[in-house]
């Protein structure tokens, strides 16, 4: 049973704003990585089509590390990471949409599932 609902979310300078199909129901990710341990990002997994960027492409800046197969993009004017693109383990495109960054979504409601990124 899908409960894909469209969201809206972006960074805090409101540069960088998207809109995304998403099935909250479904588990949102909590990473120990050296990155996302950090940020304290919590991460919904999305295939391209299902993600719009509406602005923001230009003021956005990529940060690469450990095996450069994610894109940690964050704003470059206000620093929040609202979003990642990356390639799944099938090598298609996948986007990490930081679930935080979401507007109108209760984070205290999300189904969290930690995800043991820093052993990997
Ligand atoms: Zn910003």
Redesign the pocket.
């Known amino acids: 049973m899908s409960e894909t609902k469209s969201y809206t979310g ?7 704003r998207y809109e995304v199909q998403l099935d909250l129901s479904k588990p949102v990710i909590a990473c120990n990585c050296s990155m996302c341990g950090r940020a304290g990002t919590m991460l919904a997994f999305v295939p391209p089509d299902q993600f719009t960027l509406r602005s ?1 492409e230009d ?1 956005l800046t990529d940060y690469q590390f450990n095996h450069n197969v994610i894109h940690h993009l964050f ?6 990471k609202s979003f990642a693109r990356g390639k799944g383990r099938d090598g298609g495109v996948q986007i990490a949409v930081n679930t935080r960054c979401l507007d109108d979504v209760n984070i205290d409601q999300l189904n969290v599932q930690k995800f043991d990124g820093r052993s990997r």
């Open positions: 972006g960074c805090q300078c409101g540069r960088v923001g003021v704003c470059r004017v206000c620093g929040i």
